[in-house]
């Protein structure tokens, strides 16, 4: 089962001292990543499912899937995310 992270109210915005408390859990991934303490990293990518055992590898599938917490993979984001942002910067929705 696949439980949703809930969207942070304004208050909880405006009274966070630092963009880190936000995405400590992923940014806290990264830490023990860059000191070689992050094992048996697993994530699939939010749109082909494929496994990514690399957190190197992993992409932010915005516009596409606006959860902080999904990933997605390097073919989805050159095929799927990238397109969809130029359609963004096209359109002027940013």
Same mark, same amino acid.
Do not use: W
């Given at each position: 089962? @696949?439980? *949703?992270?809930?969207? =942070?109210?304004?208050? &909880?915005?405006? %009274? $966070? #001292? &630092?963009?880190?408390? *936000?995405? *400590?859990?992923? @940014? ?5 990543? !860059? ?17 990514? &055992? %690399?957190?190197?590898?992993?992409? %932010?599938?915005? #516009? =596409?899937?606006? !959860?902080?917490? $999904?990933?997605? +993979?390097?073919? +989805? +984001?050159? &095929? ?9 910067? *096209?359109?002027?929705? @940013?």
């Amino acid at each position: 089962m @696949i439980t *949703l992270k809930t969207t =942070l109210g304004v208050e &909880t915005l405006r %009274n $966070a #001292p &630092t963009v880190s408390e *936000l995405k *400590l859990s992923r @940014i806290e991934q990264f830490k023990l990543a !860059n000191e070689g303490k992050l094992e048996n990293y697993r994530e699939r990518c939010c749109f082909c499912k494929v496994e990514m &055992t %690399n957190i190197y590898k992993t992409h %932010n599938p915005y #516009p =596409l899937n606006k !959860n902080e917490d $999904a990933t997605c +993979c390097k073919d +989805c +984001c050159d &095929t799927l995310v990238g397109p969809a942002r130029m359609m963004m910067i *096209l359109k002027k929705e @940013i």
